[in-house]
């Protein structure tokens, strides 16, 4: 017995999640359960005074932990919650959503209002565990909410509203287990990256596949948050800052909701970056390297897409915060950073809501006749920005036949300077008046009824000039995305078409505060649009066909009938020697400019209004 109880200590010590020195290596333990994570520098900050003692009746599962290096269950982080809600009159439950394998998806509200918000007091929330294995929001939520109902917190409620979604992809929460995420520092049970149905919800904000996002997006629409903060941990390089956070729009980037981001940058990020630093944290902004094995090369912004929380947010003009906690660092450290940031947001809405909500009302009415789309990193650094570095080394590696890095756990006192690589679009999208989208395709309109956009229903057929986009040699992907085989189209051709769209097809105007949402989703050569998730593979396939035996005699007839289709044709065959040799290329270049064609073949059946 001694000797399974020793065994077992070696284990837990030995976890990847737990260590922060790799010891020499463990008899009869399986590599993967001994550490080989880099270590961690040694962190004793202020913040650790949140922490309650085991004995607390209102301990958290992560507290009650001896090493702080545990996150609940799914169950039983719901028993907590309902036990405070029954306890205080400042928390309530509410569902909004239910997950593909049953579970229910829900909120955890505090607020002095009752059911209904103050119209007048600003509404945080936060979200956690969109990525299951990174939780760290559920555990600091926890106990700021209990902080909040029973030690003496609740004047945070006095200006503001809180709402938690403690899980958002509860089914891969509830897959847990020590192997979920191998560059992360604990919690010992991580949950999976994905859903039960192997979607990853952060890919999902603009295409709304699955029932978790379309939740969240009904409960946005419910409450108006005035901040919106998405909270992960990292992968990627080693470093010494354990909170990271950024926005689009930030240092004074370019941003779809330029007021927001300048908010955010001269009036958010300066007091929270002032409160971390106050209870021993090391603030940052959200970077990724060029490199992740030669991690001087260079920073970028991870490019502005609107598949992600803080771009869907910059286009929907809903102040968005992308947390990513640093990986490496033990869950403690980066639960209480979390914790800290909360606090803190909720005190700044409630000092400075109203510039906000004016921000936010300015980037509302914006209408940009040219949208940007389709951001690329750039090839030359626009800037060098100083970095807080950890040493490192490198040796060569058996296994990879390489250099490969070794993060020595060590902070390098000088600063590091980084060149900064931006984000630039590689295609302008024009703003049109409106879309028509065809009722057969409510799969479409629903989506976009999901994201709260405007629309007119048609009750009665209606023919309306349009303009439709043929689609100049669209490409299919190789290989699949998220549930979807994407599409790609570089270049489309107009054409002005008196289009009749049947009973229950949509107009979408683009004068609205979500019209830009609407354009990136529906024009086809867009990356984030509907169109390049594949989601119109219909409009690729081409119907009927001819016989070489009915088209060859037919084509002599177009030959003599059209002196200018017949020099069009010999200057192709003088100009293309493979086609000239090829009799199926030559014979379907004549069906094709024959009104027994399929006039439909690859046009994109969403109709323009200019």
């Known amino acids: 017995m001694r000797s399974c109880l020793l065994f077992a200590a070696a284990l837990l010590l030995a976890s990847p999640a737990m260590s922060q020195t790799p010891p020499s290596a463990l008899p009869n333990v399986a590599p993967w359960d001994q550490a080989f994570l880099p270590p961690a520098p040694a962190w004793n900050g202020p913040s650790r005074a949140l922490l309650r003692d ?9 507290e009650a932990d001896a090493a702080h290096d545990f996150s609940p ?13 029954a306890a205080s009159d400042l928390i309530r439950i509410e569902q909004f959503g239910t997950s593909p394998e049953g579970r229910p998806i829900y909120a955890v509200i505090a607020s002095k209002d009752g059911a209904t918000f103050d119209p007048n007091k600003p509404v945080l929330l936060a979200q956690a565990g969109i990525h ?33 979604i403690p899980i958002l992809s509860v089914d891969g929460h509830e897959r847990t287990g020590p192997y979920s995420r191998p560059n992360q520092r604990g919690p010992r049970n991580q949950g999976w990256r994905h859903t039960a149905t192997n979607q990853n919800l952060n890919r999902d904000f603009m295409k709304l596949d699955q029932a978790e996002m379309q939740a969240v997006m009904g409960l946005i629409h419910k409450y108006q948050p005035d901040l919106y903060v998405d909270i992960h941990v990292t992968d990627g390089i080693d470093y010494q ?18 007021a927001i981001a300048k908010w955010l940058d001269a009036a958010f990020k300066p007091v929270m970056y ?9 603030p940052g902004e959200l970077i990724f390297a060029i490199d992740d094995r030669d991690p001087k090369k260079g920073l970028n912004d991870g490019g502005l897409g609107e598949r992600f929380s803080n771009g869907w947010g910059s286009a929907a003009h809903i102040p968005t915060i992308l947390i990513e906690n640093h990986s490496l660092k033990p869950h403690e450290q980066r639960v209480l950073g979390t914790y800290v940031f909360l606090e803190q947001a909720l005190k700044l809405l409630a000092e400075k809501s109203g510039d906000l909500r004016a921000a936010i009302a300015a980037d509302r009415a914006l209408r940009p006749a ?6 690329a990193s750039d090839e030359t650094p626009t800037r060098t920005r100083p970095f807080k570095g950890i040493r490192y080394e490198t040796f060569d590696s058996v296994a990879s036949g390489r250099p490969e890095i070794r993060w020595l756990g060590q902070p390098d006192a000088e600063l590091w300077q980084m060149p900064f690589y931006g984000s630039h679009p590689t295609l302008t999208l024009k703003r049109p008046s409106a879309y028509w989208v065809p009722s057969y395709r409510q799969d479409v309109i629903e989506r976009l009824r999901t994201h709260g956009v405007q629309m007119e229903t048609l009750d009665a057929p209606r023919t309306v000039a349009v303009e439709m986009l043929r689609l100049v040699d669209p490409k299919v992907s190789g290989r699949t995305n998220e549930g979807h085989v994407p599409i790609s189209v570089s270049d489309v051709r107009p054409e002005a078409h008196d289009w009749t769209f049947p009973v229950g097809s949509v107009r979408v105007p683009t004068d609205q505060p979500m019209g830009d949402v609407a ?26 066909y001819i016989e070489a035996y009915a088209i060859a005699p037919l084509a002599e007839k177009m030959l003599a009938a059209d002196p200018a289709l017949k020099a069009a044709f010999e200057a192709k065959l003088a100009a293309d020697p493979a086609f000239a040799a090829d009799g199926d290329a030559r014979l379907a270049w004549f069906y094709e400019r024959t009104p027994f064609y399929d006039q439909r073949y690859r046009l994109y059946p969403v109709g323009r209004e200019k």
């Open 519 to 544: 354009i990136l989703l529906l024009e086809p050569q867009s990356n984030e649009s509907f169109f390049a998730w594949g989601m119109f593979p219909e409009v690729l396939n081409r119907v009927e």
């Open 274 to 282: 002032e409160a971390l630093e106050a209870q021993g944290h090391i």
């Open 132 to 164: 299951p294995g990174e939780i760290d929001g559920k555990d600091a939520g926890m106990m700021l909410l209990r902080d909040i109902a029973f030690y003496g917190k609740d004047g945070l409620l006095d200006q503001a509203n809180l709402i938690l």
């Open 370 to 375: 040219e949208l940007p789309a389709n951001f």
């Open 73 to 85: 269950t799914y169950a039983d982080t719901r028993a907590w919650f309902d036990k405070l809600d």
């Open 54 to 62: 085991a004995a607390d009746p209102w301990v958290t599962g992560f």
């Open 241 to 258: 800052y354990d909170v990271t956070f950024g926005y689009n729009g930030e240092d004074g980037v370019w941003s779809r909701s330029p």
